[in-house]
């Protein structure tokens, strides 16, 4: 099974921005979407943004226009582009697969979960 460590999560000013890395191993991610997704405390689990294998990419609307989903599958590593921070953005973020190729926005469809990165959004 394949194992996923998201790092590039740190502290910044509101307008500022962070590039977050999903490093994967154990077995390509090439041919599966992936997705990004928060969790600040007390509240559920959010998506924020997918990409497709083909490279085809999806956003909340909450960070459209915002944020960027990338990915570069000879370094077998999904992105996310973090740019003009809120504070509403901080959270925990965790990259994760759809195992199924469904393009959900549930993360109950979705496995592989890593440790996640904590982003800090200051004003």
């Known amino acids: 099974q394949v194992q996923l460590v998201e790092s590039g999560g740190g502290l910044v000013q509101a307008g500022g921005s962070l590039r977050l890395s999903c490093a994967a191993s154990?077995?390509?991610?090439?041919?599966?979407?992936m997705g990004w997704f928060r969790q600040a405390p007390g509240k559920e689990r959010e998506f924020v943004a997918r990409i497709r294998w083909t490279g085809i990419t999806y956003y909340s609307d909450s960070v459209k226009g915002r944020f960027t989903i990338s990915r570069d599958n000879a370094k077998n590593t999904v992105y996310l582009q973090m740019n003009s921070l809120k504070p509403e953005d901080t959270a925990v973020y965790y990259c994760?697969?759809?195992?199924?190729?469904?393009?959900?926005?549930?993360?109950?469809?979705?496995?592989?979960w890593g440790q996640g990165t904590q982003v800090t959004v200051s004003s």
């Open positions: 994760a697969r759809d195992p199924r190729l469904t393009e959900s926005v549930d993360y109950h469809e979705y496995d592989s």
């Open positions: 154990g077995r390509t991610i090439s041919r599966y979407h």
